[in-house]
């Protein structure tokens, strides 16, 4: 495996990967779990050659978020990546890829870059959508792994795709849970026994919402009373755990973010919760083919 720092480097090494197969990209900050590594293992069986990036992003955080304490180990990052046989890992500096002068940001606009996370944290998504297309223009991946953890983000990416037309294939990889159906996520490090346990409410009450979800929809409701019933059952659940603090609770369309009326395929039920010191998210699919996707529990 290469490990790769300078972004000259990394545009002659491009000479070199073979030209023949296709190109998995799998962007990352480290501090790596197994979501993570589902993605890069999904890039390992569809590409002929894998990179993965590790950098933690100065722009997608705001100037109260967790940048300076974000948990990085590079070392483990790099076994980890080479036992799930990436190629190259792209270590970039910031100032390599922001360097004195920079003034060019790609901004998404509309509903999609208005809500939820994108309420929460101004700037974010600008930040994500930036460094995702400098990464994409110095990579260039045929096909580009994301986690359905961060739907916004996902929904953002697509949408980027699509408006930028951008050469790439998104492929989206299903959330991955701990064993109590806490999903798996870099900023879960800042939790401590008793939060740790805590912080399982948050799928707890995207089950509740699952179960409101379907009563409506089995009852044949259409109106915007049934979301609003679907809501209170997550935000009812979340308020039975006194160490968690509700940011939203919300149920959308997954492609465009706008609040759903009628609890029909596809939804998204969207969570945010602080949970002492750490800022968590998660969310369940409801496919277009009326399927959920509540994601994969993995053993301990
Ligand atoms: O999801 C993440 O880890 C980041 O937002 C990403 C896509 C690597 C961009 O910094």
Not at 22 to 38: A, D, E, I, N, Q
Not at 196 to 205: E, K, N, P, Y
Request: hydrophobic content about 45%.
């Amino acid at each position: 495996m290469q490990v790769i720092a300078s972004l000259e480097e990394l545009t002659k090494a491009r000479q070199n990967w073979p030209r023949a197969g296709s190109l998995g990209f799998v962007p990352t900050m480290g501090y790596l779990h197994r979501g993570h590594l589902s993605l890069a293992q999904q890039a390992r069986t569809e590409n002929a050659t894998v990179v993965a990036s590790i950098f933690v992003n100065p722009t997608q955080f705001g100037p109260n978020e967790d940048l300076a304490r974000y948990p990085r180990d590079l070392p483990r990052d790099l076994a980890l990546l080479e036992g799930a046989g990436v190629d190259v890992v792209f270590t970039p500096e910031a100032s390599a890829m922001y360097p004195p002068g920079f003034a060019t940001y790609v901004e998404p606009t509309g509903t999609l870059a208005e809500r939820l996370e994108a309420a929460t944290r101004p700037g974010h998504f600008r930040g994500v959508a930036t460094v995702v297309s400098k990464l994409f223009l110095l990579v260039g991946p045929d096909r580009a792994y994301f986690g359905q953890k961060d739907a916004q983000q996902v929904a953002i990416i697509r949408r980027m795709i699509a408006d930028l037309n951008l050469p790439v294939d998104l492929r989206v990889m299903p959330i991955v849970r701990e064993a109590d159906g806490l999903a798996m996520s870099s900023r879960n490090a800042y939790l401590n026994p008793e939060q740790r346990v805590a912080a399982t409410i948050l799928s707890r009450a995207l089950e509740a919402g699952r179960v409101a979800f379907d009563q409506q929809r089995n009852a044949g409701s259409t109106s915007p009373e049934a979301i609003a019933q679907v809501r209170k059952a997550m935000e009812r659940a979340l308020a039975s755990e006194s160490l968690a603090a509700l940011d939203y609770a919300d149920v959308c369309h997954p492609d465009t973010f706008v609040p759903l009326d009628a609890p029909t395929a596809p939804a998204l039920l969207a969570i945010a919760a602080k949970v002492g010191p750490a800022r968590l998210i998660d969310n369940y699919l409801l496919r277009a083919d009326g399927s959920w996707d509540v994601g994969v529990r993995v053993g301990k």
